[in-house]
């Protein structure tokens, strides 16, 4: 089981960016993906989730509804996390995750079980 986040960078207040979460060793349609982000000498922090390919529910922390939009690609084994109107408070490393226990997501780090290596997001002018 393998997740390989990619796409991060510096961007300006406004700015847009979007992350890459390919997956290999297990399948979409079966388990969720999680997004996590860890700003230095904070927790780690869920902001949004999509549920497995059979339901296809996501979600979004209140801090990114809006400007966040997860989104899936079966055929690449890879899930995209389209972040629009970023602001400086999203700067932070960015995780993907996985729970193969379940077809459904969680907000709690420790619900899930594989890691992607994370990218960062810089956001400042």
């Known amino acids: 089981v393998q997740l390989q986040a990619s796409g991060g960078g510096l961007v300006q207040p406004g700015g847009s960016l979007r992350l890459s979460c390919e997956v290999s060793?297990?399948?979409?349609?079966?388990?969720?993906i999680g997004w996590f982000r860890q700003a230095p000498g904070k927790e780690r922090e869920g902001i949004s989730c999509?549920?497995?390919?059979?339901?296809?529910?996501?979600y979004y922390r209140e801090s990114v509804k809006g400007r966040f939009t997860v989104s899936r690609d079966i055929a690449k084994n890879t899930v995209y996390l389209q972040m629009n109107n970023l602001r400086p408070e999203d700067t932070a490393v960015y995780y993907c995750a996985t729970d193969r226990r379940t077809f459904l997501c969680s907000w709690s780090p420790s619900d899930f079980t594989s890691w992607g290596q994370g990218t960062q997001v810089t956001v400042s002018s």
């Open positions: 999509i549920n497995s390919n059979a339901d296809g529910n996501a």
């Open positions: 060793g297990f399948s979409l349609d079966y388990s969720p």
